[in-house]
C-alpha cells in the first residue's frame, strides 16, 4: 500500500484545515485507518484511529471535539478534519493503515503499523 498524504499548511489559530491520504497499490487489503503527529522534539503521537468500514472512531484526549476522521473507500481515501485549531497542533501529521484490527484505542500506538504516508506538515500561529 502506497499513502499520499496533503492538504497541510499554515493557519491562525482558531483555523480549519482538511488533511487527506489516498491509498494506492493493494489498497483493499487494509482495514485500519489512522492519523498520527509528530511536532519538533516530540514523539509521534496517535491523533485518531479507527476502522475503514466504518463504526467507532478514537480520539487522543487533545483533539476530542475539534478533530474528525473520515474516510471514502470509494477513493481510497482517508480525511482529517481539523477545526478550532490551536498552537500546539503544529506538527507532520502521517496517516497509517493497517491489514488487521486492533481491539479498541490501541490503534492509536505507531507501533502498530508499517504503511505510512510521507507526512504532511500543519503549523497553527497564535
Known amino acids: 500500500v502506497q499513502l499520499q498524504a496533503s492538504g497541510g499548511g499554515l493557519v491562525q489559530a482558531g483555523g480549519s484545515l482538511r488533511l487527506s491520504c489516498a491509498a494506492s497499490?493493494?489498497?483493499?487489503?487494509?482495514?485500519?485507518i489512522a492519523w498520527f503527529r509528530q511536532a519538533p522534539g516530540k514523539e509521534r503521537e496517535g491523533v485518531s484511529c479507527?476502522?475503514?468500514?466504518?463504526?467507532?472512531?478514537y480520539y487522543t484526549d487533545s483533539v476530542k471535539g475539534r478533530f474528525t476522521i473520515s474516510r471514502d473507500n470509494a477513493k481510497n481515501t482517508v480525511y482529517l478534519q481539523m477545526n478550532s485549531l490551536k498552537p500546539e497542533d503544529t506538527a507532520v501529521y502521517y496517516c497509517?493503515?493497517?491489514?488487521?484490527?486492533?481491539?479498541?484505542?490501541?490503534?492509536?500506538?505507531?507501533?502498530?503499523?508499517?504503511?505510512w504516508g510521507q507526512g504532511t506538515l500543519v503549523t497553527v500561529s497564535s
Open positions: 497509517a493503515v493497517r491489514t488487521n484490527r486492533l481491539p479498541g484505542s490501541t490503534c492509536l500506538n505507531s507501533i502498530y503499523y508499517v504503511h
Open positions: 497499490g493493494s489498497s483493499l487489503g487494509y482495514s485500519l
Open positions: 479507527g476502522s475503514r468500514s466504518g463504526g467507532h472512531f
